[in-house]
């Protein structure tokens, strides 16, 4: 099995920072692709930043200079820096991976943490 799970969320006070992680665990020969997204209440799910198994970035508009996407490789984590947080950041936040099975058959799949409440707030 394949797992992916995020934490870090919480209550922050707008211009406030957190810091978010995603760890997949499993059977996994390598990673492809681990990305941030976030859905807030009565809105859909949107990308927020993403990085791949190479040196690239990117982010949505809305967040670029505040935000930072990270990884480290050894321990199939990706982190998310949030920095200057807005109330329009509220939202729960999902980490999707895309692996390679280590288990027959190997394959390519795509799989979802359950998601990590962030509440920007005064």
């Known amino acids: 099995q394949v797992q992916v799970m995020e934490s870090g969320g919480g209550l922050v006070q707008p211009g406030g920072s957190l810091r978010l992680s995603c760890a997949a665990s499993?059977?996994?020969?390598?990673?492809?692709?681990m990305g941030w997204y976030r859905q807030a209440p009565g809105k859909q799910r949107e990308l927020v930043a993403t990085f791949t198994s190479g040196d690239s970035t990117n982010y949505v508009d809305s967040v670029k200079g505040r935000f930072t996407i990270s990884r480290d490789n050894a321990k199939n984590t990706v982190y998310l820096q949030m920095n200057s947080l807005k109330p329009e950041d509220t939202a729960v936040y999902y980490c999707n991976a895309e692996v390679v099975t280590a288990l027959l058959p190997i394959r390519i799949a795509a799989y979802w943490g359950q998601g990590t409440q962030v509440t920007v707030s005064s």
């Open positions: 499993g059977s996994i020969l390598s990673i492809k692709f």
